[in-house]
């Protein structure tokens, strides 16, 4: 039997209104004991937090993984405890096989557990469905079909039903390709300035309705993934509101940088969905504080020949895991987000979005996270567990040490 | 939240000289003028028996061209020749990237030659800025047109071809007519002529091609070209893409030269003395018609022997920033070209 004490940790968790010094008690990866500080029984392993915050782990709602074992272990330093992984993976995950080899492929790294996503259609080409109950037998946690278009909207429709039928959760992105076609940006006066062809905000919103009122017909449980406009936030609001049963999430590259950023024709901010307006951005943020979104690291390490290309023929896509949290705490030391709201977007939502187990509970293997909240990190390239070095915070001042990562009962990281 | 190298500053030594020529956007009036008196002078030298001048003798300039065009990089072949230059034509589009290589292994490649200087054509906006920022220093770059971003020579010798035929550029209202949203001509238009004080510049086509984002540059947008003709000292004519039908931007080439094509009544609505100047190679009867292109009015083949003289400006005054920039981190090189200035 092996237990491990966390002293004078700073607990926080939204989800039971849990905000004190403790002590947490581990035995054999199972959370056994919370007690106020000092209070836990003596136990020959203890590591002490030093009032450091002590949070439910993040679970990241997507990430584009092709590495295995640099990602997860980036997911572990950076403090992410469960990362669900985009099928648009080489190969691309839209069988059962492709299945167990990634789940092979996380236990052989023992770092972050991962929750492999299968593809909605064959080969991710948005035509003929892929067989979605077998990969959800094989252990999917949820389908997706990772930004690439699904054919039509009759396609769309039968996804739906079918996932319906078979009680899966299915996410979906927004983006009406004939309207962003060839976009590289977001629409507005900076991709005007520099000539490159603009994303429209529509392109965007305009998917969301249709994919809105297919949700109204079949009934079916989708999340959105990645929205990056503020009016599809109020679109989610209202959806919500009407009883849909509709969820969504932010990648936190859009509520931390804008089109502005494209400036510099920077190819590091060349992401999709693009970074938009900083109304957007405050919309999103503001999503964020009343519980409306979810945030999503939206991981995707490129290697330096995809980034090193004017910008619109650089590969899409940031490497966030190893910076998310410290990223969202810089965010709250800001003041742009609440801490309370961003432990529930990053964490609590996405749980119970999953169907997991949300925040630190009793008998539960434990996901948690101890972090310096207020200390300065500088990340850099080296620092970095991703094979991606292509991180838009590198020798940028941040806050949040991670110093402790547990991921699902075991322990994956201590500074 | 993070904070980029200002992309108009990549092109300027520390001491403000002009290293690069990648955007009009960000140069200072001083400059821009300097580039035109330099030009100027040039013309001068355009009509002698003896073109060349010695400024860029034992250099070697390297015309990179990633799409093909056969005016600009004949006057840039042109103006590096009259500076005395080597020049080394590559053909890229035809070559190298057919083959995969990517551009950062072509530019090492060239690199490896010990070429001075690359005037680099591109699709992708923002591909000579990316170059410039990659090449070793000492390298100069000048931009003969990245994607929709810019064309800086083209815009430079229009500025030049106003101040030769009106006198200056202060003052004056300048209309562009056509294909705003695809022109790197009317962007880099557009930031110098606000830099050199120009009274008023209006953008004029159809919505589908002139974006609303334009007057965050400083122009004024008009639907109709006889209200946006009226009055102007200057009119500019874009070239027509025939892909802007299929593109569903346009119905017909009918329908746009009826619309907005120049034409001799259309122009009467202008100043009595404007002038009128097209980029090239201009689509007769699509977006001008022929008595306009050869009228009285046109100074469109002007334009284009100014091109040889700006180009030999910003070539000279890149090369020249290079070198003092380098004798500036390395005070034991001979700067190379102080001996021929003198």
Same mark, same amino acid.
């Given at each position: 039997m092996s237990t491990l004490t966390l002293t004078h940790a700073q607990i926080l968790d939204p989800s039971q209104q849990l905000k004190q010094f403790s002590d947490v008690v581990i035995v054999d990866g199972l959370i056994t004991a919370i007690t106020a500080a000092g209070q836990a029984a003596d136990s020959a392993n203890v590591f002490n937090a030093n009032q450091a915050l002590l949070l439910p782990g993040l679970i990241d709602l997507s990430a584009h993984v092709n590495n295995v074992a640099s990602e997860t272990l980036a997911a572990a330093q950076g403090g992410v405890s469960l990362l669900c992984t985009q099928p648009n993976s080489k190969p691309i995950v839209d069988t059962p096989a492709d299945v167990s080899l990634l789940q092979l492929a996380s236990v052989k790294a023992n770092n972050s557990q991962l929750l492999p996503m299968g593809a909605l259609t064959q080969g991710l080409e948005g035509d003929q469905l892929a067989n979605m109950y077998s990969l959800k037998q094989a252990g999917c946690i949820a389908l997706s079909n990772a930004r690439a278009p699904i054919k039509n909207a009759l396609v769309l429709r039968r996804i739906m039903e079918y996932a319906t039928t078979h009680d899966m959760l299915i996410m979906l992105t927004a983006e009406d390709f004939d309207l962003s076609? *060839?976009?590289?940006?977001?629409?507005g006066p900076t991709a005007n300035r520099l000539g490159l062809t603009g994303i429209a905000e529509i392109a965007e919103t305009t998917s969301l309705a249709q994919q809105l009122l297919l949700v109204e017909l079949t009934g079916c449980r989708v999340h959105f993934s990645q929205l990056s406009c503020g009016r599809s936030v109020d679109m989610i609001r209202q959806a919500q509101a009407q009883g849909l049963p509709v969820t969504a999430d932010v990648a936190i590259a859009n509520l931390m940088f804008t089109d502005l950023d494209v400036n510099g024709f920077d190819s590091t901010f060349n992401v999709q969905p693009p970074l938009r307006s900083e109304q957007d951005r405050q919309a999103l943020l503001a999503g964020i504080n009343d519980g409306t979104l979810a945030i999503c690291s939206n991981h995707k390490a490129q290697d330096i020949a995809a980034k090193k290309a004017p910008f619109a023929a650089a590969e899409a896509g940031m490497s966030i895991l190893d910076t998310w949290l410290s990223m969202m705490l810089t965010l709250v030391n800001k003041g742009e987000l609440t801490l309370d709201a961003t432990v529930n977007a990053s964490s609590i939502m996405p749980a119970k979005i999953l169907g997991l187990k949300a925040g630190l509970q009793l008998k539960q293997l434990a996901n948690l996270v101890v972090v310096n909240q207020n200390a300065e990190v500088c990340y850099s390239a080296d620092s970095l567990?991703?094979?991606?070095? *292509?991180?838009?915070?590198?020798g940028e001042p941040l806050v949040g040490e991670v110093q402790l990562t547990f991921s699902a009962g075991r322990e994956v990281y201590r500074a | 939240m993070t904070r980029h190298s200002d992309p108009t500053q990549v092109q300027l030594t520390a001491d403000g000289r002009l290293k690069h020529f990648l955007t009009t956007e960000g140069l200072s009036k001083a400059l821009l003028t300097e580039i035109l008196d330099l030009a100027d002078s040039f013309i001068s030298t355009q009509e002698r028996a003896v073109k060349k001048v010695p400024l860029l003798r034992g250099k070697t300039v390297v015309n990179l061209f990633f799409e093909n065009s056969t005016r600009t990089r004949s006057t840039f072949e042109l103006a590096a020749k009259r500076l005395s230059a080597d020049i080394l034509n590559l053909d890229i589009a035809s070559s190298a990237t057919s083959k995969g290589e990517t551009l950062m292994d072509t530019l090492w490649n060239l690199e490896a030659m010990y070429s001075d200087m690359f005037v680099v054509r591109h699709a992708d906006s923002g591909a000579a800025h990316f170059i410039a920022e990659q090449v070793t220093p000492g390298v100069a770059i000048i931009n003969a047109g990245d994607g929709r971003h810019a064309h800086p020579t083209q815009a430079m010798l229009d500025m030049l071809t106003i101040r030769r035929h009106?006198?200056?550029?202060?003052?004056q209202t300048v209309a562009i007519v056509g294909d705003i949203l695809h022109s790197r001509v009317a962007r880099s238009q557009i930031h110098a002529l606000i830099t050199l004080g120009a009274k008023e510049i209006r953008v004029i086509g159809p919505a589908t091609l002139v974006p609303k984002e334009m007057a965050d540059l400083g122009a004024k947008i008009y639907f109709d070209i006889e209200q946006g003709l009226a009055d102007v000292d200057v009119v500019i004519m874009l070239r027509l893409q025939k892909e802007r039908m299929s593109d569903a931007l346009l119905p017909s080439e009918g329908e746009y030269f009826k619309l907005y094509g120049l034409t001799e009544a259309k122009l009467?609505?202008?100043?009595?003395d404007a002038i009128v100047m097209h980029p090239g190679p201009i689509n007769r009867g699509v977006e001008i018609d022929s008595a306009v292109a050869d009228g009285e009015q046109s100074v469109i083949l002007n334009q284009v022997s100014y091109g040889i003289a700006v180009r030999m400006a910003v070539m000279a005054m890149a090369m020249s920033g290079q070198a003092s920039e380098q004798s500036a981190v390395?005070?034991?090189?001979?700067?190379?070209t102080s001996g021929e200035n003198a």
């Open positions: 076609a *060839n976009g590289k940006m977001h629409e567990a991703s094979a991606g070095k *292509n991180s838009p915070v590198l | 009106k006198g200056t550029i202060e003052g009467a609505l202008a100043k009595p390395d005070k034991t090189l001979p700067n190379p």
